[in-house]
């Protein structure tokens, strides 16, 4: 039984632009800032979406770890790449401007990338990929975190959860956009679980002591006291291939961090060396690619399609319904809730509320 509250998405981001101009964004960013975080909720992934507007970024826009205006400097440029820094702002901003400017790249020169340094949180990667698919290119793009991943044979949290972000445009009426983690689960999804009272299933956190953890409020705890860590893609030890999640999320690290020169690992856990907040400097990289250059877009975009026709309709396991290919069950989510709103929990409702009475919006809440 679904209990949560359903709101429009009208009021949803009327609400959210509001309290990030109050917050000191300006307007044009915080529509960018409020659309992403919508954006996560359309897809269905409530991990990255309406959850965690207050947490995540008013709360550390409050704690000063976060600036409200983005000022974005450009560190370094040529035809086809460019470096900016973002100088701690709304990394949702920054990386919509670096997608962007890769997207104007790849138009001009078949090929764009935009690497950002000292940025924030940008909330879901897939939104950037399908900026490129929707306009008819391959988009990639990853982002490296706080430490959370412990690396194969090992118990401290070392890594992000640094996803590695693919979108492709396809003759369908939804593009392929695989947007995962590099862990098996990631920080905002046992995040999603402490709220809920919901226990994190076995296999995805490993305790200092190399057994699994399961208490996702504890976990939370124990993530930030360096107690627990998440495992890579795969899972714990060599068994089920855990080091090939650990060998994409280190490139990934790599990727965010030595184009642009800009901070990894232990640098990234938001915290100085006597413990106090800071910001977290974090990098992401924006892959465009035009596939213009290459055959063309409606042969690519058929190419891919019948790639995805192919799986789906291969053999399905005994009692299985169907097969689906990465995007599909977001663009489903995405037909039930354009009518019906945004679904929001009891926890995410009473931040609602205090950003409302904190912010003074005046705003009439539906719930």
């Given at each position: 039984?679904?209990?949560?509250?359903y709101?429009s998405?009208?009021?949803?981001?009327?609400?959210?632009?509001?309290?990030?101009?109050?917050?000191?964004?300006p307007?044009?960013?915080?529509?960018?800032?409020?659309?992403?975080l919508?954006?996560s909720?359309?897809?269905?992934?409530?991990?990255?979406?309406?959850?965690?507007?207050?947490?995540?970024?008013?709360?550390?826009?409050?704690?000063?770890i976060?600036?409200?205006?983005?000022?974005?400097?450009?560190l370094?440029?040529?035809?086809?790449?460019?470096?900016?820094?973002?100088?701690?702002?709304?990394?949702?901003?920054?990386?919509?401007?670096?997608?962007?400017?890769?997207?104007?790249?790849?138009?001009?020169?078949?090929?764009?990338?935009?690497?950002?340094?000292?940025?924030?949180?940008?909330?879901?990667?897939?939104y950037?990929?399908?900026?490129?698919?929707?306009?008819?290119?391959?988009?990639?793009?990853?982002t490296n975190?706080?430490?959370?991943?412990?690396?194969?044979?090992?118990?401290?949290?070392?890594?992000?959860?640094?996803?590695?972000?693919?979108?492709?445009?396809?003759?369908?009426?939804?593009?392929?956009?695989?947007?995962?983690?590099?862990?098996?689960?990631?920080?905002?999804?046992?995040?999603?679980?402490?709220?809920?009272?919901?226990?994190t299933p076995?296999?995805m956190?490993v305790g200092?002591?190399g057994l699994?953890k399961?208490?996702?409020?504890?976990?939370?705890k124990?993530?930030?006291?360096?107690?627990?860590?998440?495992?890579p893609?795969?899972?714990i030890?060599?068994?089920?291939?855990?080091?090939?999640?650990?060998?994409?999320?280190?490139?990934?690290?790599?990727?965010?961090?030595?184009?642009?020169?800009?901070?990894?690992?232990?640098?990234?856990?938001?915290?100085?060396?006597?413990?106090?907040?800071?910001?977290?400097?974090l990098?992401?990289?924006?892959?465009?690619?035009?596939?213009?250059?290459?055959?063309?877009l409606?042969?690519?975009k058929?190419?891919?399609?019948?790639?995805?026709?192919?799986?789906?309709?291969s053999?399905?396991?005994?009692g299985?319904?169907r097969?689906?290919?990465?995007?599909?069950?977001?663009?489903?989510?995405?037909?039930e809730?354009?009518?019906?709103g945004?679904?929001?929990?009891?926890?995410?409702?009473?931040?609602?509320?205090?950003?409302?009475?904190?912010?003074?919006?005046?705003?009439?809440?539906p719930?």
């Amino acid at each position: 039984m679904d209990d949560r509250t359903y709101v429009s998405w009208e009021f949803i981001e009327d609400f959210m632009v509001s309290a990030f101009v109050k917050m000191g964004v300006p307007e044009a960013d915080a529509k960018i800032c409020a659309n992403v975080l919508m954006e996560s909720d359309r897809r269905g992934i409530e991990s990255h979406g309406v959850n965690r507007f207050k947490p995540i970024y008013i709360d550390r826009i409050n704690a000063g770890i976060q600036k409200p205006v983005t000022k974005i400097d450009i560190l370094r440029e040529t035809p086809t790449t460019a470096v900016f820094d973002a100088n701690d702002g709304m990394g949702m901003v920054a990386s919509h401007k670096a997608m962007q400017l890769a997207i104007e790249k790849a138009k001009k020169y078949g090929m764009g990338m935009v690497a950002v340094r000292n940025s924030t949180h940008y909330g879901i990667a897939g939104y950037y990929a399908t900026m490129a698919s929707d306009a008819g290119m391959i988009g990639i793009t990853g982002t490296n975190a706080r430490p959370s991943i412990a690396p194969t044979f090992g118990v401290e949290n070392m890594l992000g959860t640094n996803p590695l972000t693919v979108g492709l445009p396809t003759d369908e009426e939804f593009p392929f956009v695989l947007d995962c983690a590099t862990s098996i689960t990631q920080r905002g999804k046992i995040e999603y679980f402490a709220k809920i009272n919901k226990d994190t299933p076995s296999g995805m956190v490993v305790g200092r002591d190399g057994l699994p953890k399961t208490d996702s409020k504890q976990i939370l705890k124990d993530l930030v006291n360096n107690q627990a860590a998440l495992a890579p893609l795969g899972g714990i030890g060599e068994e089920l291939a855990g080091y090939k999640g650990y060998g994409y999320a280190t490139v990934v690290e790599i990727l965010s961090a030595a184009l642009q020169a800009g901070s990894f690992l232990k640098m990234l856990n938001g915290k100085d060396e006597m413990g106090n907040l800071m910001p977290y400097h974090l990098g992401h990289f924006f892959i465009a690619i035009d596939t213009e250059a290459f055959m063309g877009l409606e042969s690519f975009k058929k190419t891919a399609g019948d790639i995805l026709r192919d799986l789906r309709n291969s053999e399905k396991a005994p009692g299985e319904e169907r097969i689906y290919t990465a995007g599909e069950k977001e663009y489903l989510v995405w037909l039930e809730r354009k009518d019906k709103g945004v679904p929001l929990n009891q926890a995410c409702m009473e931040d609602i509320i205090n950003v409302n009475k904190m912010l003074d919006l005046k705003k009439t809440l539906p719930f």
